[in-house]
Nanobody, 127 residues
Framework: QVQLVESGGGLVQAGGSLRLSCVAS????????MGWFRQAPGKEREFVAA????????SYADSVKGRFTISRENVDNTVALQMNNLEPEDTAVYYC????????????????????WGQGTQVTVSS
C-alpha cells in the first residue's frame, strides 16, 4: 500500500513558478514509478510527467517540456514537480500518482496504469 500527500499548490501570476511536493508512505517507494497528472475543470485528467525508480529516466507531456522538471528523493520518499514559466493554461488540480514498475523507463502516460493517487493540490495561474 502506498499513500500519497501533495502540497505546494497556490495562486501565481503568469510567468511565475511553483514547486509541488508529494510525500509517499511505505518502505518500498523506490520500486514505484511516480507520476504527476492534472485535471482542469470540464477536462479529462492528463499526464504531466513521470520519473522511474532511480530518477535516471523522466517523461514529460509536450505542453510542459522545457518548463517543468520532475525529481525524486528515495531517501525521503518524496517526488517534486518544479514548474517554471507558468501559463494560465496550466491551471488545474495536480495529482501525484504511483505505479509499481513493470517495464523499464518512465513512460507511463495513462492514468489507468497508476494504482495509487493523492488527493490533489490546486494550481491557479492568473493572466
Amino acid at each position: 500500500q502506498v499513500q500519497l500527500v501533495e502540497s505546494g499548490g497556490g495562486l501565481v501570476q503568469a510567468g511565475g513558478s511553483l514547486r509541488l511536493s508529494c510525500v509517499a508512505s511505505g518502505r518500498t517507494f523506490s520500486r514505484y514509478v511516480m507520476g504527476w497528472f492534472r485535471q482542469a475543470p470540464g477536462k479529462e485528467r492528463e499526464f504531466v510527467a513521470a520519473i522511474n525508480w532511480s530518477g535516471g529516466s523522466t517523461s514529460y507531456a509536450d505542453s510542459v517540456k522545457g518548463r517543468f522538471t520532475i525529481s525524486r528523493e528515495n531517501v525521503d520518499n518524496t517526488v517534486a514537480l518544479q514548474m517554471n514559466n507558468l501559463e494560465p493554461e496550466d491551471t488545474a488540480v495536480y495529482y501525484c500518482a504511483a505505479v509499481r514498475a513493470y517495464k523499464s523507463g518512465s513512460y507511463y502516460p495513462h492514468s489507468s496504469e497508476y494504482g495509487y493517487w493523492g488527493q490533489g493540490t490546486q494550481v491557479t495561474v492568473s493572466s
